[in-house]
């Protein structure tokens, strides 16, 4: 049985009410258990006592603990809430009993520190986590070396070093708040050497008569045991409940959150549509200044063809010999091939013809690749779709093959008054 680590023995106790194996972890644990209560009581029969209770907590949750727990550091724990739990019944105890623990002597005489980190470490214990209190139990107050601390705590040795030096210092802060200045190494020391003190003789036999054979079980130490299964019951709840609260706070926090990302992004595509919006009011406004001038371009043509249309006139009405046709006419009549043919009729003949025809085409495709060049800046803007896009160059194009059109039939005086008055509704 002494070869088995604390958890076997607690198993094999847990398997078959091995009294063995019990007896083999209080003969471990007792010295620590008992000085954490005498710290805390000052009193040793009632620190007998709480150790007891220890025990018997430790034999009725022997199949509960779970695997990795360091017995150590749960029983030390133990102690420290079953002592709280005893200090309650007699609050006015307390500061009776604790003057005759800072009268007290042990053995050895006590370095000036220790008198005044004693009655404080229970308490400078309790803010640590369970992690820190293990491993300070460990190692100081159990003197294990690092190696043995790192495989309690499963962890390597530099892992468990790191882990001891920060909860020394977090002990060291606390008494540095209450006026006990001394380093971590001078802490540690103290603490090492007089942390545990040996039980009295015959605590043992009655610790494994109380928790193995119920013998020797007073009612004060019965009703002790059960009020501190109570407090770490209530203890795991609240922890638990604790836990919760935090899950649901980080739950809401994570909403919130995103929430927050979803508010930005909705503004932000927001703000990008304003000012794609802007860009289009600019392209609107900038499209209804070139048709204003297109407009005006046009009004200021067609008025040119009207006025060439009334010279033309006029022109005719003076003449008293010469037949009633416009200038242009006559000018197309003067202007005749050896055939005898005008430049209006020449034209159309010329279109008849398929390499004529080709040229003309070839001139439009490239008129309109240079009308689509121009006019491609106002598309993007107008942000128009590729078959919009289209359509827009279209119109501009058939524009363009009009004003040639209606420019030939006006040379070759067809009908005159219709192509004037077409090209001015254009």
Known sequence: MVNLDDMQLLAEYAARSSEEAFSTLVARHVNLVYSAAWRQTGNREEAEEITQAVFLVLARKAKSLRQGTVLSGWLYQTARLTAANSLRRDIRRQNREQQAYMQSTLDQPEPDHWQQVGPLLEQAMSGLSEADRNAIVLRYFENKPLKEVGAALGASDDAAKMRVNRALEKLRKFFAKRSITLSAAALGAAISAHSIQDAPIGLSTAVIAAACQGSALTASTLTLAKGTLKLMAWTKLHLALGTAAVALIALQGAKIVNQHKETVALQAQLQQAAQQSEKQLASIQELETRTGELKTQNEQMVQAFRNAARQSTQSAARKPAAPAAPPLAAANRAAVSPQGK????????????????????????QQAQMLKKQYAPLAKQLNLTPEQADAFYALIMNNATNTTAQGLELMNDTNRAGVISAIADT
Do not use: E, F, R
């Open 342 to 365: 005008g430049v209006g009729s020449m034209l159309k003949d010329m279109m008849k013809d398929p390499d004529y025809a080709n040229l003309i085409k070839a001139i439009g495709d």
